[in-house]
């Protein structure tokens, strides 16, 4: 079966731009995680979804990022006006219940801001 | 969340085992302890989790004291293709903020040569 993906792969960006991320995760899966992952370092959480519901965003830098998952399937994380600390890993993962820590990633979209 | 520290690097060779250990002195009765890998561009992969004793899988083995105030991963045999980074997680099953977000370290670049 398919795993979690994620689109587009690589972005690059001038700063000041837009950029959307998407993420399609596994069929069926309640729960829907976002991750940044600095260069050498372990990921770390930026927001979550139960369903359509964002149930915790305390992660999320600053308000220029915001994430949606309209439908509680395909989720949207997006990045006002990028700046050169933006440039991360973004990851998405996804899993069956809110209880669990088994969690599926997709491969991250790596955001380069010039 | 209880804090982890595990080695930053390990080196070995093809068909060793290979022994982790994270510490994790401030664990609360209700954490877990999960293991994930990263290879580079991609996603963490769950591998395994535990809560006390031992757990093993077809992947690898997790071996918890009694005092759970440690653990160590053992992955059996290793080859090239083990070469990745692992990272050692504790969280509360329970979580209540609506989902059991991960918090990552900066976790152990394993280095398996021939």
């Known amino acids: 079966g398919a795993g979690v993906s994620q689109s587009p792969r690589y972005k690059v960006a001038k700063r000041g731009q837009d950029v959307a991320l998407r993420c399609d995760p596994i069929?069926?899966?309640?729960?829907l995680f976002w991750y940044q992952q600095a260069l050498g370092q372990g990921p770390e959480f930026l927001t979550y979804f139960q369903n359509e519901a964002q149930l915790d965003k305390s992660g999320l830098p600053s308000d220029r990022f915001f994430a949606e998952r309209p439908e509680g399937s395909v989720s949207t994380l997006k990045i006002q006006r990028t700046q050169q600390e933006d440039s991360a890993v973004y990851l998405c993962?996804?899993?069956?219940?809110?209880?669990?820590?088994?969690?599926?990633f997709g491969p991250g979209t790596r955001l380069t801001v010039t | 969340l209880a804090k982890t520290t595990q080695p930053i690097s390990m080196d070995s060779y093809e068909g060793q085992e290979v022994n982790i250990t994270c510490s994790h002195n401030n664990i609360a009765t209700n954490d877990y302890i999960t293991w994930y890998q990263q290879f580079p561009s991609q996603g963490p992969r769950f591998i395994i989790q535990g809560y006390k004793t031992k757990v093993t899988n077809e992947v690898a083995s997790l071996f918890i004291p009694a005092d759970r105030k440690s653990s160590t991963l053992s992955l059996p045999r290793v080859s090239l293709s083990d070469t990745a980074v692992y990272y050692c997680l504790v969280g509360d099953a329970g979580y209540t903020g609506g989902g059991n977000k991960l918090t990552f370290g900066t976790g152990t670049q394993l280095k398996v040569e021939l």
């Open positions: 993962a996804s899993s069956f219940d809110r209880q669990s820590y088994e969690q599926y």
């Open positions: 069929s069926g899966h309640v729960s």
